[in-house]
């Protein structure tokens, strides 16, 4: 059975920096895109970022390109991201989600994913 536990959230002030990693097991890693979603209260959950399952292929919401990075690390079964430049607006409970293997894809849908982590809450004060 495939788990992801993300980790990494806080609180952070404006401005600041956070990394939130999320390890996956019981499936291959390698095989697996990888996408970061988030849900702020009150808000349908939304898109964050994506990965390819080979890193080679990255992607982001408009909100967030340029300042967060997603990577990772298949010896280590983990996906990364990378918050700089934090916002209020980027308060949210934060959840990673694996998808199953196609050879090319965008992964910027929900239905696109077969797995979904508990969450990290992020927050960011002003």
């Known amino acids: 059975q495939v788990q992801l536990v993300e980790s990494g959230g806080g609180l952070v002030q404006a401005g600041g920096s956070l990394r939130l990693s999320c390890v996956v097991s019981?499936?291959?890693?390698?095989?697996?895109?990888m996408g970061w979603f988030r849900q702020a209260p009150g808000k349908e959950r939304e898109f964050v970022s994506a990965?390819?399952?080979?890193?080679?292929?990255?992607y982001y919401s408009d909100s967030v390109q340029g300042r967060f990075t997603i990577s990772r690390d298949n010896d280590k079964n983990t996906v990364y991201l990378q918050m700089n430049s934090l916002k209020p607006e980027d308060t949210a409970v934060y959840f990673c989600?694996?998808?199953?293997?196609?050879?090319?894809?965008?992964?910027?849908?929900?239905?696109?994913?077969?797995?979904w982590g508990q969450g990290t809450q992020v927050t960011v004060s002003s």
């Open positions: 989600a694996a998808a199953p293997f196609v050879l090319i894809g965008r992964w910027v849908h929900e239905y696109e994913y077969d797995a």
């Open positions: 019981g499936r291959t890693f390698s095989s697996l895109a």
């Open positions: 990965i390819s399952w080979n890193g080679g292929s990255e």
